[in-house]
């Protein structure tokens, strides 16, 4: 078995190392409303930035709410050149009753828009993902999303919702 980061004796453990072996973690402390906007656009609060020619554990929780008409177009995107996919699990688009068990868990590649469901603005639905990301190019790592369909009524990316990566390699 591996482990990053291999450590020898006579290495200096400096700031750098040390901060190299702490999660990557952002999460959301206010929900963000988008009306009237189906071009996908990274989340404010959801966004990470990713070292060059390294290796990532992705997993992240997403709470989202809204107008079933509208749904929500969902979109992993990386530093150019990067390697790897993830899966969602959650409530495929176009599911209009909230306590339906129309769900998917499908590998998809990062840049690929994936629509899910907002099956209601008073209850938020989940989907949780995990994969893997292998970088070229460090840069910016984004949970990016808009409505499906566009809807006066706002799609909601709720608060709680969170993304976490764990370097390991």
């Known amino acids: 078995m591996s482990q990053w980061p291999q450590i ?13 072996m702490v999660p990557l973690d952002a999460r959301k402390t ?3 409303s988008r009306a009237s906007n189906i ?24 709470r989202i709410s809204g107008d079933p008409a509208a749904d929500m177009d969902i979109k992993v995107t990386v530093p150019s050149g990067a390697t790897g996919s993830y899966t969602v699990t959650g409530r495929l688009a176009g599911t209009s009753v909230a306590d339906s068990d129309a769900r998917t868990s499908t590998r998809i590649a990062f840049g690929v828009e994936t629509q899910f469901s907002t099956p ?11 994969g893997r990301l292998i970088t070229t190019t460090g840069g910016t790592f984004s949970i990016d999303w808009a409505q499906t369909v566009s809807n006066a009524t706002a799609s ?6 969170w993304i976490s990566l764990r370097r390991i390699a």
């Open 8 to 20: 020898f004796a006579g290495d200096l453990l400096d700031a750098d190392l040390l901060m190299s």
């Open 30 to 32: 206010v929900s963000t």
């Open 39 to 62: 071009t996908v656009a990274a989340d404010p609060e959801l966004v990470l930035t990713v070292a060059a020619n390294a290796e990532y554990r992705i997993e992240f929780y997403l």
């Open 120 to 130: 209601s603005t008073a209850a938020a639905q989940a989907n949780h993902g995990a």
């Open 156 to 161: 909601v990316m709720e608060a709680d919702s």
